[in-house]
């Protein structure tokens, strides 16, 4: 059995210095963010991205959209795979979309399907990213405590 690897991060951009954190973000802050993936051609991101409370798309901040966005905040954008395959074909990234709430309780059928997205990847030798806006409150404290994943503190 092959194992990947697992990590964890925050959306692309958000903790630029200087900038606010409903700021537009850059193509090229995303280039650099994807440049600094982990892995080589087995890259899996896992979105959990999808709602701010206050409704608005957390793909708002980008030139790409993702997939609760609204036909009208699509506005003709590609969606983060199609971005990510015009931008950085070389690295083949993948991208699974699991779209949740910021701040909120991710449903057990979502939770379900993200972890069995997960266990599934890593038992082919994926390495396997997974986003949220901050990169904690539901990626560390949710989805990798209903996986029972346990933080190394070396990365």
Request: with cysteine.
């Amino acid at each position: 059995m092959r194992v990947g690897q697992f990590f964890t991060c925050a959306r692309p951009g958000r903790y630029r210095p200087s900038h606010g954190s409903f700021d537009p973000v850059p193509d090229d802050v995303v280039d650099e963010w994807v440049r600094g993936l982990p892995g080589d051609l087995n890259t899996v991101i896992v979105s959990l991205l999808g709602r701010k409370p206050d409704e608005r798309s957390e793909f708002s901040f980008y030139s790409f959209h993702g997939a609760w966005d609204l036909p009208e905040e699509r506005r003709d954008r590609p969606s983060f795979q199609d971005w990510l395959n015009r931008r950085h074909n070389e690295r083949s990234i993948q991208v699974l979309e699991h779209p949740t709430c910021d701040y909120g309780h991710i449903p057990q059928k979502t939770l379900d399907a993200v972890s069995s997205d997960i266990s599934r990847l890593l038992s082919e030798g994926r390495t396997v990213v997974l986003v949220d806006s901050g990169g904690d409150t539901r990626t560390c404290r949710q989805v990798c405590k209903y996986l029972q994943f346990i933080e190394d503190p070396n990365y």
